[in-house]
Structure formats: structure tokens, C-alpha cells
């Protein structure tokens, strides 16, 4: 339990740790609930007995955050639809067998020295802030890092697993090769990972059951921006 929060430590509260672990943080009351944010991350997660009206006002005051919302709470995740919000589910895996993780060779930690301006802006500018903040796992591809593996959020026991590949180095198994790198090396310090995906995403799924992540445990409703319709898990 996490005094600060008074939230367990469990698989769907790692952004809530995270975000309260970091600087540029904020802490916003929604009725009886509150919010946990980060303008950096463009991320939000909605707690407690939050009012619904409330967790519209603040997806109408912040149009570019991902709000993430608790599946019991269905009444919050339609006063987000109201309010012009999207909303997918998102589905949490844990490994099933975390000793049979692909023993793979070839990922590397990315240096600070390593280049970025092949990236499109976005990413670019997503991995210089992840690799500030932990190790970011690559492969390189004709002398440019083509793949990334890195842990956006964690708390004590959980970190959760993001990854990007270039489009031009897809369907070459990288995804899967620094995926494991970076749960070896988060698994050394201590923690286990989470998969999170939307529930529509068949390829982040298929990377997931490579990887030895099992059946879902959990899931979190997530209303993105409305600009784009897409969720980021």
C-alpha cells in the first residue's frame, strides 16, 4: 500500500505510482475522487469515488491527455464519451512463466550518444524523454537504432512495458528481442512486468504471447484524445 496514495501496489495503478514518484506531477479532486496527472506524459488517471461531471470538466480542460479510468467505473467512462472522448478497453497481462522468457542476444542499452533525427518527432522526442529517465533498450538497423523497449512507469513491484519499432525494421522479431532485454533487466532490479495493450490490437497481443505474457488479469478503460482515437496502451 502506498501511504501517500493509499492505492496497493498492483498491475493497474502503476501510472498512479509512477506519476506520483516523478517531477511536474499533479493531483487534481474530482468530487469525492481526484485525478493523478502529468502534462509531460499527457496522462491522467482518474481515482476514487471521482465525479463523472467532474472527469469531463477535466478531459474538456486537458483535450490532449489520456484519462484512464477503472472498469467499475462505467458511469465516469460515459460522462467521457459525453464529453467527446473516445474510450477503448485495455487489457493487463502479466507473464505467465517468467522463466521462460526468450533467452535472445542482440539488444543493447541506448546510449546518450545515440542518434534520433531519423525518428519521426513524436517518437523522438518520447524516447529522449524515456531514456532520461531508465535504460532504453535498442537494435540497430544500417548504424541507426530501429527498435525500443523501456518501462514508461513503475512502482515497487510492477513496470510497464512500452515498445516501438520502425516501420521499415517490422517483421523482423526485434519488437520481441528488446522486449526481453528489458524484462531481464527490470526483472534483476526487482520488478515484473505488465503488458498493457488495447483490446483490438492483434499484433501487440501476438508480441505479448511470444514474450510469455498469459491471459488478461486485468483491464482499465482509457478515453484518448479525441483529436486522435487511438488509444495509446
Not at 7 to 28: F, K
Not at 161 to 189: F, H, M, N
Amino acid at each position: 500500500m502506498s501511504p501517500a496514495l493509499g492505492l496497493p501496489d498492483l498491475p493497474r495503478y502503476i501510472e498512479a505510482h509512477g506519476i506520483a514518484a516523478v517531477p511536474g506531477s499533479w493531483r487534481a479532486p474530482l468530487g469525492d475522487g481526484f485525478a493523478l496527472g502529468h502534462d509531460g506524459a499527457q496522462l491522467a488517471v482518474i481515482l476514487g469515488a471521482a465525479d463523472p461531471a467532474a472527469a469531463a470538466r477535466l478531459a474538456l480542460a486537458r483535450p490532449a491527455h489520456a484519462l484512464l479510468v477503472p472498469p467499475e467505473r462505467a458511469e465516469v467512462a460515459a460522462a467521457l464519451r459525453a464529453a467527446g472522448r473516445p474510450v477503448a478497453r485495455a487489457l493487463l497481462h502479466t507473464l505467465s512463466a517468467p522463466d521462460d522468457l526468450p533467452e535472445l542476444d542482440g539488444a543493447v542499452p541506448l546510449d546518450a550518444a545515440a542518434p534520433l533525427a531519423h525518428l519521426p518527432p513524436a517518437l523522438a522526442a518520447e524516447i529522449a524523454a524515456a531514456r532520461a529517465g531508465g535504460p532504453v533498450w535498442t537494435v540497430w538497423v544500417d548504424d541507426a537504432p530501429a527498435c525500443f523497449a523501456y518501462a514508461p512507469w513503475r512502482s515497487d513491484a510492477w513496470f510497464d512495458v512500452s515498445v516501438d519499432v520502425l516501420p521499415g525494421a517490422r517483421q523482423l522479431g526485434l519488437g520481441t528481442l528488446v522486449a526481453a532485454a528489458l524484462i531481464r533487466d527490470e526483472r534483476a532490479r526487482g520488478r515484473e512486468p505488465v503488458w498493457t495493450a488495447d483490446e483490438h490490437n492483434a499484433a501487440s497481443r501476438r508480441l505479448a504471447r511470444r514474450l510469455g505474457f498469459g491471459a488478461p488479469i486485468d483491464e482499465l478503460l482509457v478515453a484518448v484524445p479525441a483529436a486522435t482515437g487511438v488509444s495509446p496502451a
